[in-house]
């Protein structure tokens, strides 16, 4: 029984990852895809992003964005696409007072009341932008990335 629950476990992870995976992205946007130079597919399978590139290319290599920003100038409108990684930074414990507990001795038979402290994790939910890509009458024209 213990198989099957893992079996079905790893394929509904499978499932739901696979949503987002390169291949997916290609497929979605088959035509913009085939029509593609081979080392521009390759370069967008390693998830490289140039000046230049669309939307449409964009989107095959790195997924949609979190945010989408749209700017505009004198020069006209560009929009920026910006892509986040999210954690959960832990900051301590949080004590809520006391709880009383009872014990008894199995051997005397003598029960003991005793307070036990009430605490819980505390985590703060955190983003970091880790790349803005804009756009320019819709062609990339600047790629910011995070070095890490």
Known sequence: MRLITLIT???T???LTGCNTFERRAQKNADVFASLPP???ARLENKVIQIG???DMVYIAVGHPDEKKATATASGETLTWIYNRYWQEYRGEAYGGFI???ATNPTTGVTTTYL???TRPIYVD???PVMRVTFVNGKVSVVEQVKE
Request: hydrophobic share 30%.
């Open 53 to 55: 590139d669309s939307p």
């Open 100 to 102: 009383r507990r009872t």
């Open 9 to 11: 476990l790893l394929l």
């Open 116 to 118: 036990e402290p009430v």
């Open 13 to 15: 992870v499978t499932l």
């Open 39 to 41: 080392e521009t597919k």
């Open 126 to 128: 955190r983003e970091q």
